[in-house]
Every structure is written in C-alpha cells, then in structure tokens.
C-alpha cells in the first residue's frame, strides 16, 4: 500500500474539486443571469461539477495519476514538505499506537528516500520501543552506523545510536544465556 501519494492524490483531487465548483458556480450564475431561470443556472452549475469530476477520475483511472506530479512551487521544497509529511504521518500512528501501520509508514520513507538517516532512526526506536523486536532494531541501528562511517558524516544521533546498539546487544546476549 502506497500510503502517502493515496494521501496526495486524495488531496490534490479535493482542490480540483473545490476549483471544479467554484468555476462551475460563476457558469452557473451567468446562465442564470442570461436566461433568467434559476433552474437552467442550476442545471449548468451541476452539469458542470458532473462532467469535471467525471473527466479527472477517468484520468486518473487511465494514467494511474499521482498527485505528487502537480505540486507547486520548486522541486527541494515540494520534497521537503513531502518528507515532512511522511514523518508526521509516521509519528501520529506511532502516537495513536498503531506501531505496525507506522513501522510501515517509516519503512516506506526509505524505500522513496533511501538516505533518511532520521527515518531509520525513527524506524529503530520503534523496534526497539514499542514492537519489542531488538534484533530489527540492531539491525536498523547497524545499518545507520555503517552509513554514517561509510560518509564519514556527523550525525546528531551517533552517541545514543552507539549507546542503544550497546544495550540492545548486551539484552539479546543476557537473554540467550
């Protein structure tokens, strides 16, 4: 499941709604106002939301429409706030308690955006945290450790990340004995 351009396309598909009404309202009103009877204003006001709404689902059906395609404005900050709002959505099932919906939310962060230091971070403290699965979360863990050595980068993170990678290890190997 592709959560987050759901997501988009829903949204972008409520602006285009919103567009389609107020467009078809101003149609609506001159047809009134040419003709004088409400009930043809009426007709092309509705006529006009049916047949735009009818064109863009059969669009979408035809050309499998993701409304990332039609953000506005420049390319960094579209993508800024499409990560932003992966993470927020990420965060709020992991608030609500729904761990597996938001393991899933962060795993597709990096499956679009493989470097997200942050989303496997996130992704391992979740493991780690609330799912009760250490060795996902070793793994997540090494794997950003491995990252960042491999860059030679610093990140905010790479104290606790050794510090957690610790514990968690020292817990698998207590409970083996």
């Given at each position: 499941?592709?959560?987050?351009?759901?997501?988009?396309?829903?949204?972008?598909?409520?602006?285009?709604a919103?567009?389609?009404?107020?467009?078809?309202?101003?149609?609506?009103?001159a047809?009134?106002?040419?003709?004088?009877?409400?009930?043809?204003?009426?007709?092309?006001?509705?006529?006009?939301?049916?047949?735009?709404?009818?064109?863009?689902?059969?669009?979408?059906?035809?050309?499998?429409?993701?409304?990332?395609?039609?953000?506005?404005?420049?390319?960094?900050?579209?993508?800024n706030?499409?990560?932003?709002?992966?993470?927020?959505?990420?965060?709020?099932?992991?608030?609500?308690?729904?761990?597996?919906?938001?393991?899933?939310?962060y795993?597709?962060?990096?499956?679009?955006?493989?470097?997200?230091?942050?989303?496997?971070?996130?992704?391992?403290?979740?493991?780690?945290?609330?799912?009760?699965?250490?060795?996902?979360?070793?793994?997540?863990?090494?794997?950003?450790r491995?990252?960042?050595?491999?860059?030679?980068?610093?990140?905010?993170?790479?104290?606790?990340?050794?510090?957690?990678?610790?514990?968690?290890e020292?817990?698998?190997?207590?409970?083996?004995?």
């Amino acid at each position: 499941m592709n959560l987050f351009k759901e997501l988009i396309d829903y949204l972008q598909f409520a602006r285009m709604a919103l567009w389609t009404i107020f467009a078809s309202s101003f149609i609506g009103i001159a047809g009134f106002v040419k003709t004088g009877s409400l009930m043809y204003g009426l007709f092309i006001f509705l006529g006009g939301i049916v047949i735009n709404l009818a064109g863009f689902l059969v669009i979408k059906r035809i050309s499998d429409f993701s409304g990332s395609l039609y953000h506005s404005g420049s390319r960094e900050k579209d993508h800024n706030a499409v990560i932003k709002g992966m993470y927020d959505t990420a965060e709020g099932l992991k608030l609500r308690g729904q761990y597996s919906q938001a393991e899933e939310a962060y795993l597709e962060i990096l499956r679009e955006y493989p470097k997200e230091m942050d989303a496997r971070y996130l992704l391992a403290l979740l493991y780690e945290l609330n799912l009760y699965k250490p060795e996902q979360a070793v793994k997540e863990y090494s794997k950003l450790r491995l990252e960042i050595q491999e860059k030679k980068i610093s990140y905010k993170y790479k104290d606790a990340l050794d510090e957690n990678i610790k514990q968690l290890e020292d817990f698998l190997k207590d409970g083996r004995n």
